[in-house]
Nanobody
Framework: QVQLVESGGGLVQAGGSLRLSCAAS????????MGWYRQAPGKERDLVAS???????NYADSVKGRFTISRDSAKNTVDLQMNSLKPEDTAVYYC??????????WGQGTQVTVSS
């Protein structure tokens, strides 16, 4: 079992930056991909960015060029640097980990609010 703990959310003005961090514990050696999803009120949870153990990255079109995902596999952490934030980026952000066997784990979520 993998446990994920997020940190770094908060309130920021449009155009500002935030950095989210997520630390994995437990059976972290089973993790292949890690990433971030977000869920706005009344909407589905959608992928923001992901990164595999081999450093292959994937971004949602809406965040390309503004967000950067990075991972330290030795420390079992994944970060999301968010720049040029927009009000539409407001959501609860969830850290995610997918094991090689297909088991998916979630963090508790952290609120990101971007004011206009």
């Amino acid at each position: 079992q993998v446990q994920l703990v997020e940190s770094g959310g908060g309130l920021v003005q449009a155009g500002g930056s935030l950095r989210l961090s997520c630390a994995a514990s437990g059976r972290a050696f089973t993790i292949n991909a890690m990433g971030w999803y977000r869920q706005a009120p009344g909407k589905e949870r959608d992928l923001v960015a992901s990164i595999t153990r081999s450093s292959r990255v994937n971004y949602a079109d809406s965040v390309k060029g503004r967000f950067t995902i990075s991972r330290d596999s030795a420390k079992n952490t994944v970060d999301l640097q968010m720049n040029s934030l927009k009000p539409e980026d407001t959501a609860v952000y969830y850290c995610n980990a997918d094991s090689y066997s297909g088991i998916r784990s979630w963090g508790q979520g952290t609120q990101v609010t971007v004011s206009s």
